[in-house]
């Protein structure tokens, strides 16, 4: 497996899709997730800090997690089916000290829950295969223009899909 960063959101400029790109720590290889715009919006108000008045539906999931004493371990992007990707979150319990529960979820929450409490984010090899990853060294203009892309988007681009009541 290959330990990845969250790297930014963004918008897919032909359809305005949310896209959250993630990076290994050498910034050489990059896999971009085209998710839903509830989803990005739960992660941008995160990435800012932004405590909305009624917890959003990932904040709830971390409320029914502290309340069961269980523990996220790690996200895992494990599979990648006709252009449609698939996660694990990792979560154990407080009374066990081996067994991990795997939960399966969509890559947005499980990297939604991942940036709420600060857990490795990880990609299997077969997934980086499949999936069209950018290596800088091989396409360094295409990295650059999409760096480029992804460093000038503003969480608050997200703001008109979320309510805020």
Request: aromatic share 8%; net charge negative; glycine share 4%.
């Amino acid at each position: 497996m290959i330990e990845m960063q969250l790297g930014g959101l963004g918008f897919d400029p032909k359809n305005m899709s949310p896209i959250v790109l993630l990076r290994d720590g050498e910034e050489r290889n990059f896999l971009p997730i085209w998710i839903g715009m509830f989803e990005a919006a739960s992660i941008a108000m995160e990435l800012q800090e932004f405590k909305p008045p009624r917890p959003m539906t990932h904040d709830l999931m971390m409320t029914i997690m502290k309340s069961l004493e269980a523990t996220v371990k790690k996200i895992i992007i494990n599979e990648i089916v006709d252009n449609t990707f698939y996660a694990v979150i990792e979560v154990q319990s407080k009374d066990s000290k081996t067994d991990i529960i795997k939960i399966d979820a969509r890559p947005s929450d499980a990297i939604a829950v991942a940036v709420r409490t600060s857990v490795p984010i990880y990609v299997t090899e077969s997934v980086m295969i499949k999936a069209k990853m950018v290596n800088s060294e091989k396409d360094e203009e295409e990295t650059k223009k999409f760096k480029e892309f992804v460093d000038n988007i503003n969480p608050n681009d997200f703001s008109k899909y979320f309510d805020e009541r």
